[in-house]
């Protein structure tokens, strides 16, 4: 299995693809700039653990086309539909999967949600109706991502309107040894990506005694 | 203390006016029907243990002035504006705390939000700027609320664009044992509304071994 990480040379990316190699998932990761994108690659692979699957970077596109079936989307949000539209081209047959959150420019702790209500909605519009979008990954802390001695403290909350591929991308997602949940279309997305604004606004307050928090689905029988 | 609870006759008001009575603040239930607010309040002032706070029952607006302060409103999503509608003249120095989640009437898994973002934000417009309006408490499930036995067993999340009264609220809603969180504005309620509908779907799916789930906010130094 090999899955293509865009954006794959920024904090929430470089985590990611940091772990699926560990989990045994081979990792292309993407940048506008192939140099770069090997750059990562190469410092990227010397992080992870022996018997970790292996991990390349290629420009973007070609990140998109030597994946097998998912392409996961981690740019930051200005760059969320130049990027879709480089791509969309590549697509046909592929899955991507949006973890982009529209954080305000302005002031991190707000979101500001394009036209079409969400992220993951704007990606869809972007790459029509034959392929599917699905919204995961929102509220991982990168901090959490990139150290490899920590679990992933959060469950992960799964969207989009197409039920197979939601569900394949909830199992991609519990490699990482976390609990995936099935939230629905892909209007969940304007939820559980401004989940991650209120998680911001959390983590610096000054009246939590903690930071990088994620949520967890919490019920009386499961405790 | 005193708060009025309206729509105190249904599910979540019932929890509400009993956990609040047993924390030891008075609770008028309103209702459209004097009669049936007096009738509640009766039956649940017996099943609150013994030295609990009042709980009195009177029309919505008279609910209203007898609280000092804090009006929960808790209705169904169909009858929150025009709930709203017959109370606003009477909510001059009080503070609305909304806990209703606009759920789609044929599909409880979705939200269908109003045109202003969310049903606290349309709150705060049909009771102007000079009545705080807080969202809070929407994702704590009814059977929970009613079960006196059982812990809440999710944090609170607590929006608006006041922050002294969101403190307030904040204050009042950890009397139940909980821990609340500052959401930050009232355009939070977009998201923490919607979590709502995503926890209804992952309660009654089948592929999830519980029921009655909250969320609970989670950082690997708060475990």
């Not at 596109?61 to 760059?79: C, F």
């Not at 990027?83 to 529209?102: E, F, Q, S």
């Not at 954080?103 to 392929?131: C, F, R, W, Y």
């Not at 992933?152 to 039920?163: E, F, K, P, R, S």
């Amino acid at each position: 299995m090999k899955i293509a990480v865009l954006g794959g040379t920024g904090p929430q990316g470089k985590g990611l693809a940091k772990r699926f190699a560990r989990a045994g998932v081979s990792v292309v990761v993407g940048s506008r700039s192939e140099p770069r994108a090997q750059a990562i690659a190469k410092e990227l692979s010397e992080e992870v653990p022996e018997g970790s699957a292996t991990i390349a970077g290629l420009s973007n596109a070609d990140a998109v086309r030597a994946s097998d079936e998912v392409v996961i989307l981690a740019v930051p949000w200005p760059g969320h539909n130049a990027t879709l539209n480089g791509i969309k081209d590549h697509m046909a047959g592929k899955i991507l999967v949006d973890i982009v959150v529209p954080l305000s420019e302005n002031d991190p702790k707000k979101v500001e949600m394009p036209p079409e209500g969400s992220a993951t909605e704007a990606a869809q519009a972007i790459l029509g109706p034959d392929v599917p979008v699905i919204g995961a990954l929102h509220n991982v802390s990168a901090h959490t991502l990139n150290d490899l001695n920590a679990a992933i403290n959060c469950d992960v909350l799964v969207c989009g309107n197409a039920l197979e591929p939601r569900k394949k991308v909830m199992a991609l997602v519990e490699k990482l040894g976390v609990t995936a949940y099935n939230a629905g279309g892909a209007q969940s997305a304007r939820c559980i990506e401004a989940i991650t604004s209120i998680l911001i606004r959390i983590n610096i307050s000054k009246a939590v005694p903690f930071t990088h928090a994620g949520i967890k689905i919490w019920a009386p029988d499961h405790l």
